[in-house]
């Protein structure tokens, strides 16, 4: 009982809680189901060890695997009728909240609105109004809650505290300097308060624990996926007889090139881009690969290497890196780690998540480095395979016009 306990808690940490009224059905749904496989399984193997002993077993053996999905199952049903009743008692008691999106282009609409208009339940958006529009407070006062995307911080700052001090809910896109005092500490000189951001690397025992586990799971995955392997070089080849594997120049910690490794997912000798809705590029086996992220499996042998670690900044093409360093210098901020298999911005983001909003995701998990953390991710990685949308391509988009203020001309409705 203990041990169902434990490893309940630590999955239910790892993967989420009961937390409806914040994530949709289906993501708690996912959640909570893996979290009682995986505590089910564990406790199941302890029992099968426990009960090897004179009185019973005199080896090991796994006993009533029918028994064990057949509670799986229960549970599985409970979890889905729970989930569904709560967030519909939920939303029936708590209505959207009236909000605002607060922007600066066509662009950074398309990104927000996208992902606000999600949660449909949870936000209804009422108002769209450029920054710069002199009626913005008087917008703000008909929300309860206001989103604010890619405003410059002087303006963003302006607008915060008066959404603060009218008691309005406020969400925004944070920006590199945000990132750095979110992860400082109050430090008290004399009786003057300071925020300390202390530059971080890993210190030489967690470089070693990293090294550990990477070389400890990867062997371990390689051994249970061994299957997959077989069966996907076989679909391959059987496709068009081409190459089974793909390797393609990538970017890793202090901008180190390196060979990645992948299933090839796209038709030989075509000009290389990053992939895009309906792409003819893809072969049929490839975009089955590629909606589970198989076609990523072969890095496990980077990661063997030393050139990638099973968690971190994803490794982006060089001309990626290039251009959206051009763009934004401060992209290469997250060259600071060693590039992943699995991290923060792969498992929460998508193929199309912006470069700005896959940097940000990046530093976030570069500036909170722990064991846990890592332990985490690799845990909420079997999340994606369940995510229909987290291999959506870089070119769709929400319709829905921005439309940007201008400022009136001298003596045309103003007073000028």
């Known amino acids: 009982m203990l041990t169902f306990i434990a490893v309940g808690l630590g999955m239910t940490a790892a993967y989420g809680k009961f937390d409806i009224g914040q994530r949709k059905s289906k993501p708690i749904i996912y959640s909570l189901g893996l979290a009682i496989i995986i505590t089910d399984i564990v406790t199941y193997v302890q029992l099968s060890i426990m009960n090897t002993n004179p009185a019973n077993n005199t080896t090991l053996k796994f006993e009533n695997l029918g028994m064990l999905i057949i509670v799986g199952i229960l549970q599985i049903i409970l979890i889905v009728a729970m989930t569904y009743i709560g967030n519909y008692l939920y939303f029936r008691i708590n209505h959207p909240e009236i909000s605002c999106i607060i922007t600066s282009s066509q662009d950074s609409l398309n990104q927000v609105y996208r992902a606000v208009n999600r949660y449909k339940k949870q936000y209804q958006i009422r108002y769209i109004v450029d920054y710069r529009d002199p009626k913005l407070l008087e917008t703000i006062l008909k929300c309860h809650t206001v989103f604010m995307y890619d405003i410059p911080v002087k303006d963003r700052t302006e607008i915060l505290e008066y959404c603060y001090r009218h008691s309005r809910n406020i969400y925004f896109n944070p920006e590199v300097p945000d990132i750095v005092e979110f992860n400082a500490q109050h430090i008290v000189l004399d009786d003057v308060s300071l925020i300390g951001a202390v530059a971080k690397e890993l210190s030489l025992e967690q470089r070693a624990i990293k090294r550990t586990m990477d070389i400890v799971i990867s062997l371990i995955g390689l051994i249970i996926t061994s299957p997959v392997w077989i069966i996907s070089a076989v679909c391959i080849k059987a496709n068009d007889g081409g190459s089974v594997f793909f390797k393609q120049k990538r970017a890793t910690q202090n901008g180190k090139i390196f060979e990645v ?8 000798n075509v000009t290389n881009y990053s992939s895009v809705a309906d792409d003819d590029r893809i072969t049929k086996v ?23 670690s099973l968690v971190g900044p994803r490794p982006e093409m060089l001309e990626n890196v290039y251009s959206y360093t051009a763009d934004f210098p401060e992209f290469e901020y997250r060259l600071r780690a060693k590039a992943g298999l699995t991290g923060y911005a792969q498992i929460a983001g998508k193929y199309n998540t912006s470069p700005r909003d896959k940097l940000i995701l990046d530093l976030m998990y570069i500036e909170n480095y722990s064991v846990w953390k890592d332990i985490k991710l690799i845990f909420q990685t079997l999340i994606v395979f369940f995510k229909s949308d987290s291999t959506e391509a870089f070119d769709k988009k929400d319709g829905i016009e921005f439309v940007k203020y201008q400022k009136p001309a001298k003596g045309v409705g103003s007073d000028e």
């Open 261 to 268: 490794y992948k299933f090839r997912t796209m038709k030989e």
């Open 286 to 308: 490839g975009k089955i690969l590629r909606k589970f992220r198989l076609d990523e499996l072969p890095q496990i042998l980077n990661i063997l290497k030393g050139e990638m």
